[in-house]
């Protein structure tokens, strides 16, 4: 099982949770890449713990009454925004690459990409660039998603997951009582 970790916790808490601030955000976003090389108080661990997390779906929604799909969701719009267009090793949900910022939004397209470099935030243009997107293409999405539905076969394999002990089994789970630690 993937344990949050502290580092995972400070680095949500202080940059990235989904209740804070826009420009804070945006501003580790712009900065990854460079936390990334320096390995910046273990962004790196943090790198790969988020992506364990979502591999197993073992990070609990922060918002007590989110369904573990959202969450998941939510992760893979982190990591995207953080990382790049990669998908998180042992991802087994992937975002399509061609829906990232085409038809897929994330926090950052949101809060700092316009339809130029005089109408986003001072890093966009990089932002785009390392992930492939023009502001062509973000114009021309004809409508956007923060999440997909829920797949098929889901509850069944955080199930499993949890039953193969990779996740905590949570309380609004209908198998939690079977598996609660």
């Known amino acids: 099982m993937t344990p949050r970790t502290e580092n ?3 680095w949500v808490g202080n940059w990235f949770d989904d209740q804070g601030d826009p420009e804070t955000y945006v501003e580790g976003c712009d900065t990854a890449p460079e936390w990334l090389a320096d390995d910046t108080d273990d962004f790196r661990s943090f790198r790969d713990e988020l992506a364990a997390h979502i591999r197993d779906s073992s990070h ?7 369904p573990q799909w959202i969450n998941d969701e ?6 995207y925004d953080l990382f790049g267009p990669e998908p998180p090793p042992g991802d087994a949900y992937p975002v399509a690459p061609e829906r990232w910022g085409r038809a897929r939004w994330t926090p950052y397209l949101l809060h700092n990409v316009g339809r130029s470099d005089e109408t986003s935030g001072e890093g966009a243009p990089a932002w785009l660039r390392a992930r492939g997107l023009t502001y062509a293409d973000i114009d021309s999405a004809p409508d956007s998603e923060h999440f997909r539905p829920e797949p098929d076969g889901y509850q069944e394999r955080l199930e499993r997951l949890t039953r193969e002990g990779a996740r905590p089994a949570h309380p609004d789970e ?6 609660a630690t």
């Not at 939510?74 to 990591?79: A, I, Q």
């Open 174 to 179: 209908p198998w939690y009582d079977q598996h």
């Open 60 to 66: 609990k929604p922060l918002a007590g009454n989110e």
């Open 74 to 79: 939510w992760l893979r719009n982190l990591h």
């Open 8 to 10: 995972l916790r400070l």
